[in-house]
Nanobody, 123 residues
């Protein structure tokens, strides 16, 4: 069992930066691939970024490539999402996800979800 708790969301202006954190419980964090998804009002949940348990291999959704960076600190059981050059269309609830053995790049490949943190980007 893995419990995920997101933090760091808030209200920012377009062009600002924000860093989300996801703290995981349990001693098995390092064995999971981790990811971030987001869901805007009236839209389906979409993949944002993923990081392999090797801490090196990363994947990004097309809409955030070059602006967002995912990283993880296995010693702290935490995964991060650094979001730069934020746009109003980035407004959504952001969810942390854990997956094994498959990288969580789709909702079906997620074993555990966090409850989400809201990011609002004003124009």
């Amino acid at each position: 069992q893995v419990q995920l708790v997101e933090s760091g969301g808030g209200l920012v202006q377009a062009g600002d930066s924000l860093r989300l954190s996801c703290a995981a419980s349990g001693r098995t964090f390092s064995t999971y691939h981790m990811g971030w998804f987001r869901q805007a009002p009236g839209k389906e949940r979409e993949f944002v970024a993923g990081i392999h348990r090797n801490r090196v291999t990363t994947y990004y959704g097309d809409s955030v490539k070059g602006r967002f960076t995912i990283s993880r600190d296995n010693a702290k059981n935490t995964v991060y999402l650094q979001m730069n050059s934020l746009k109003p269309e980035d407004t959504a609830v952001y969810y942390c996800a854990a997956g094994m053995p498959v990288m969580p790049t789709t909702s079906r490949s997620v074993n555990y979800w966090g409850k989400g943190t809201l990011v609002t980007v004003s124009s």
